[in-house]
């Protein structure tokens, strides 16, 4: 290692290969694509999972059972430890976690889980509460409100049923 490599920054592009140019670079003659076949020729393009023939691994793997991943229901997440950041008497909703930078909108559904401690009274509205999230919560003092899917406040009655 000396001087010179230690500050070179290196480029943002790799310099283009320039094939063809004799047999001294190590890409004449047939310019990398070696001899006759599909891929020697121009206007060639290999599709994504393409084996050369051989059945793709996508169509080897038995397909079976059941996967929910189209149907599930995304929540943005934040642990009980992070609401630590607002003050006391605060009402935490998902527009105040993403403005405070606590999450990123992963959906516009909000959970609460239980990771860390609390130690301010908050009130805060979601649509969902792990129980040892709920616990921390109002053992600080402050309360919960659940919310339905469109952000409006369920009721004790709605909760119940």
């Known amino acids: 290692m000396d001087l010179k490599t230690v500050c070179s920054k290196g480029t943002k592009y790799e310099g283009r290969r320039r094939v063809g140019r004799g047999i001294g670079s190590g890409s004449g003659k047939t310019s990398g694509r070696g001899h006759k076949g599909q891929g ?70 909000l959970k609460v889980l239980g990771n860390g401690s609390l130690t301010k009274k908050l009130t805060v ?14 053992a600080a003092g402050g309360s919960i409100q659940l919310l339905d899917a469109r952000g409006r406040e369920v009721t004790a009655e709605e909760q119940g049923a």
């Open 125 to 138: 509205r979601a649509q969902k509460f792990s129980k040892s999230a709920q616990q921390k919560i109002e």
């Open 40 to 109: 020697s020729r121009s206007g060639y393009s290999r599709k994504p999972g393409f084996e050369g023939g051989q059945m793709p691994i996508y169509r080897r793997v038995p397909k079976r059972g059941f996967t929910n991943a189209r149907f599930r229901t995304d929540y943005t997440i934040i642990n009980v430890g992070a609401l630590e950041a607002f003050d006391g008497g605060t009402v935490v909703e998902l527009e105040n976690v993403l403005a405070a930078g606590l999450a990123s909108m992963q959906s516009p559904l």
